[in-house]
């Protein structure tokens, strides 16, 4: 977005929320559910003449009793004020600062309350004709960074100085009605931020909740918004839709509203009413199994759910090549994993280590059903073997046929013991040899010595 598209705009009007004070007596919050780090920075903040609220989805969660991931502060001093309180404290972000605490791994986040754009200045803040925030360093009281929130259910401040709960919104009650409703008019709020209809949709399927009617009503439309938002966000956004345990029912969702074709349009193309293509199948298979891993409290890679939403998209290229240009299977397949992996980290910025992993995942595909000899060993010791073959059964449950007869080999030789190994390769080795060889030996290029003489 260049300076010429940018604007000064006249202030927004924001919505006029009444104060709702929750007394200690009357919630279910208690300083024990709290973690010990963000208690520290609650009592520190405080005693130093600062306003200081747990805010947003932690308040939210301990509300419904649910662990929170994250316990994030809200607080009138300015990030330079909180620097000073804190030698263990960094400040990020460009489009709105903020300060990280830092207690070993364990990461405190605290912003300063959020004000309305008055007077826009653009080094502090910004808008695109879209009407997009572009920098929002504004800072304000907690009436106005409560207005500023996305949902209501976000919008509850839990205030250190007397354990009361500041609900500004009416998020007690959608609260109880089980509602995901945004804070103002939804279609300014989404043009403010299209991410906003991202967290709609993942605040629904993690709380099991209902998108209000007036919040669910443009987002089908205004998705293609999505584009205009950096990769690099839309790549953090995409994990934590996709990677957080809901991720099946989070992808249905997405696609219901025409979110998830914004993101990934290369796999959209292969969207069918019935749902039933290949890529769509893997879709299914991929995100069911991460699920069932954060389930089982399982690693996960990021790599290896791309590398099959992308699979069938990348194959389908690697033909068209293959037509095109007259190169053999492998060949094109390199050609159409660059060309496609270049095309999707424009949407989203896939970093370089796990697009690596993506190319060795496809890789092992063509590799291995060539088992011959010592192949099968070698492949066995290598470190993305084990993705390899993951993703071979999930193509064999797709396809079936020689892919699934495959998958079963590989299944069936990593289980067996070495004799066993050795025997599975022999039968392969005479399978080949029953029929004529198409192989044709080189000729020795080593000199032979002279008869009758030995080396000295």
């Given at each position: 977005m260049n300076n010429n598209e940018l604007e000064t705009r006249e202030?927004?009007?924001?919505?006029?929320?009444?104060?709702?004070?929750?007394?200690?007596?009357?919630?279910?919050?208690?300083?024990?559910?709290?973690?010990?780090?963000?208690?520290?920075v609650l009592y520190r903040l405080h005693g130093a003449g600062f306003d200081a609220y747990l805010v947003g989805g932690g308040v939210r969660d301990l509300l419904?009793?649910?662990?929170?991931?994250?316990?994030?502060?809200?607080?009138?001093?300015?990030?330079?004020?909180?620097?000073?309180?804190?030698?263990?404290?960094?400040?990020?972000?460009?489009?709105?600062?903020?300060?990280h605490i830092m207690f070993g791994r364990d990461v405190i986040e605290v912003a300063t309350f959020r004000g309305h754009h008055q007077e826009i200045n653009q080094h502090i803040a910004a808008q695109s004709e879209a009407g997009m925030l572009?920098?929002?360093?504004?800072?304000?009281?907690?009436?106005?960074?409560?207005?500023?929130?996305?949902?209501?259910?976000?919008?509850?401040?839990?205030?250190?100085?007397?354990?009361?709960?500041?609900?500004?919104?009416?998020?007690?009650?959608?609260?109880?009605?089980k509602l995901i409703?945004?804070?103002?008019?939804?279609?300014?709020?989404?043009?403010?931020?299209?991410?906003?209809m991202l967290r709609a949709i993942r605040f629904a399927v993690?709380?099991?909740?209902?998108?209000?009617?007036?919040?669910?009503?443009?987002i089908e439309t205004l998705a293609p918004l999505l584009k205009e938002i950096p990769s690099a966000r839309l790549y953090e956004e995409s994990l934590k839709m996709l990677q957080s345990g809901h991720g099946l029912e989070t992808?249905?969702?997405?696609?219901?509203?025409?979110?998830?074709?914004?993101?990934?349009?290369?796999?959209?193309?292969?969207?069918?009413?019935?749902?039933?293509?290949?890529?769509?199948?893997m879709l299914d298979l991929v995100l069911d199994s991460t699920d069932l891993r954060i389930e089982e409290g399982k690693r996960i890679n990021p790599a290896f759910m791309f590398a099959a939403f992308l699979w069938y998209p990348m194959v389908t290229i690697a033909e068209q090549l293959m037509a095109s240009k007259a190169l053999n299977f492998y060949d094109a397949v390199m050609e159409a994993s660059n060309d496609i992996l270049d095309q999707v980290v424009k949407s989203i910025a896939i970093p370089r280590r796990h697009t690596t992993t993506i190319r060795e995942i496809w890789q092992m595909q063509l590799r291995l059903p060539r088992r011959n000899g010592k192949r099968a060993f070698r492949l066995l010791e290598l470190n993305k073997f084990r993705a390899g073959f993951d993703f071979l059964e999930m193509r064999g449950e797709i396809e079936g046929g020689d892919v699934q007869k495959l998958a079963k080999w590989w299944q069936?030789?990593?289980?067996?013991?070495?004799?066993?190994?050795?025997?599975?390769?022999?039968?392969?080795?005479?399978?080949d040899s029953d029929g004529p060889s198409t192989r044709r030996r080189k000729p020795s290029t080593r000199k032979r010595k002279p008869k009758g003489k030995t080396a000295l």
């Amino acid at each position: 977005m260049n300076n010429n598209e940018l604007e000064t705009r006249e202030p927004r009007v924001y919505p006029e929320l009444a104060l709702n004070v929750i007394t200690r007596q009357e919630h279910n919050i208690s300083r024990q559910l709290i973690s010990e780090n963000a208690l520290k920075v609650l009592y520190r903040l405080h005693g130093a003449g600062f306003d200081a609220y747990l805010v947003g989805g932690g308040v939210r969660d301990l509300l419904l009793n649910h662990t929170p991931k994250d316990f994030d502060i809200a607080t009138n001093a300015t990030p330079e004020q909180i620097r000073q309180l804190f030698r263990n404290c960094r400040l990020i972000g460009r489009r709105f600062r903020l300060a990280h605490i830092m207690f070993g791994r364990d990461v405190i986040e605290v912003a300063t309350f959020r004000g309305h754009h008055q007077e826009i200045n653009q080094h502090i803040a910004a808008q695109s004709e879209a009407g997009m925030l572009l920098r929002d360093n504004v800072y304000g009281t907690i009436d106005e960074d409560a207005e500023r929130r996305d949902f209501t259910v976000n919008a509850m401040y839990y205030n250190i100085a007397d354990y009361s709960i500041h609900d500004y919104a009416g998020g007690i009650e959608d609260l109880d009605d089980k509602l995901i409703r945004l804070i103002g008019d939804p279609q300014t709020r989404y043009r403010e931020d299209p991410v906003r209809m991202l967290r709609a949709i993942r605040f629904a399927v993690k709380l099991d909740f209902d998108i209000e009617e007036d919040t669910a009503a443009p987002i089908e439309t205004l998705a293609p918004l999505l584009k205009e938002i950096p990769s690099a966000r839309l790549y953090e956004e995409s994990l934590k839709m996709l990677q957080s345990g809901h991720g099946l029912e989070t992808y249905h969702l997405m696609r219901e509203y025409n979110l998830f074709q914004q993101l990934f349009p290369q796999v959209a193309e292969y969207f069918t009413e019935d749902y039933s293509s290949q890529t769509e199948q893997m879709l299914d298979l991929v995100l069911d199994s991460t699920d069932l891993r954060i389930e089982e409290g399982k690693r996960i890679n990021p790599a290896f759910m791309f590398a099959a939403f992308l699979w069938y998209p990348m194959v389908t290229i690697a033909e068209q090549l293959m037509a095109s240009k007259a190169l053999n299977f492998y060949d094109a397949v390199m050609e159409a994993s660059n060309d496609i992996l270049d095309q999707v980290v424009k949407s989203i910025a896939i970093p370089r280590r796990h697009t690596t992993t993506i190319r060795e995942i496809w890789q092992m595909q063509l590799r291995l059903p060539r088992r011959n000899g010592k192949r099968a060993f070698r492949l066995l010791e290598l470190n993305k073997f084990r993705a390899g073959f993951d993703f071979l059964e999930m193509r064999g449950e797709i396809e079936g046929g020689d892919v699934q007869k495959l998958a079963k080999w590989w299944q069936t030789f990593q289980n067996a013991g070495r004799n066993m190994r050795q025997a599975m390769v022999n039968d392969l080795d005479s399978a080949d040899s029953d029929g004529p060889s198409t192989r044709r030996r080189k000729p020795s290029t080593r000199k032979r010595k002279p008869k009758g003489k030995t080396a000295l």
